[in-house]
């Protein structure tokens, strides 16, 4: 199975745990219930419960209910989408090519929905019944460091808005996007190989890992917002330019971020050595995520 036929499975698996796991258009109160799904299901590579799935997949061979695991990554990150998008933050109107949360369902309704996302995530976490109670409690606490403010995702984010303006700062630039973009990447490969039931050195090694493709990715979307149409990435493309935010190739110019994306995608394959064969999917995921163009 090559890789395009690997993601093709593998999205098809979260997509039917995920219509299992979120509350029906139907279920009261239903207009919550549209618009979680209207953003959820909007579309997306995806790329984070596949980590999950590619690091369980490198610990053990099999692992039954770890896409539970991975689709709390999906609303943890749909959420923070929704919430980015608003007027008060990044004020964009398309999201994945559609129009965002907010433009169709008001400001009010997606705060809630982002809100009802996250607070999911942990439920769908908590519920977990094919993993013992120990590894379920490493997970939680993961994903909440992940998505807090201390190194997390939203202690990014508000690093992300404060230094609008400021002089590119290539410290700044990378305690931010370590934060905002990376930590909720590595956490997706610590979850996965948490739940299959990692020793601490293959741990440590996933997390390596993660750290790498977690900087690659915002290097990567850096480049792609300067250099693509808004068709293409399904986004306001020029945005980051726009508000003025410290970007890589703000920072560092459009040459030198592409060489720092390659060697982060080296340092990631190397991170690998310890699971020689068994990480050939995470190995192509790191290509992906350097290579892509959108």
């Known amino acids: 199975m090559n890789l395009s036929e690997y993601l093709v499975r593998e999205q098809q698996r979260i997509e039917r745990e995920m219509e299992r796991l979120v509350p029906a258009e139907s279920a009261a109160p239903e207009t919550i219930h549209r618009a979680m799904r209207y953003s959820l299901f909007a579309g997306g590579k995806r790329i984070r419960p596949i980590l999950c799935l590619a690091a369980a997949e490198a610990i053990a061979d099999n692992s039954p209910g770890v896409e539970t695991a991975a689709c709390s990554l999906e609303f943890i990150h749909t959420y923070s989408l929704i919430h980015d998008d608003l007027p008060a933050l990044d004020n964009d109107d398309y999201r994945r090519g559609k129009l965002t949360c907010h433009k169709v369902f008001g400001d009010a309704m997606a705060i809630l929905a982002g809100d009802a996302l996250l607070t999911l995530a942990f439920e769908t976490l ?92 915002q290097i990567v979307d850096d480049i792609l917002d300067v250099e693509e149409s808004s068709q293409a990435l399904g986004k306001t493309a020029g945005k980051d330019a726009q508000q003025k935010k410290i970007t890589f190739p703000a920072v560092y110019g459009l ?33 992906l995520i350097v290579h892509r163009k959108a």
């Open 126 to 217: 908590a519920k977990m019944d094919a993993v013992s109670a120990e590894r379920k409690i490493r997970i939680i606490a993961e994903l909440a460091t992940a998505s807090g403010t201390v190194g997390g995702m939203i202690g990014g984010q508000v690093a992300d808005l404060e230094g609008e303006g400021k002089p590119p700062d290539a410290g700044l630039l990378e305690s931010i996007h370590r934060a905002k973009t990376g930590a909720l990447l590595r956490v997706s490969v610590l979850m996965g190989a948490i739940y299959a039931g990692a020793d601490n050195g293959q741990l440590r090694a996933i997390s390596d890992f993660g750290e790498h493709i977690g900087l690659a990715f």
């Open 255 to 287: 040459d030198e971020s592409r060489r720092m994306a390659e060697q982060e995608r080296e340092r990631a394959h190397q991170s690998l050595a310890p699971f020689a064969d068994r990480a050939r999917r995470l190995s192509e995921l790191a290509d």
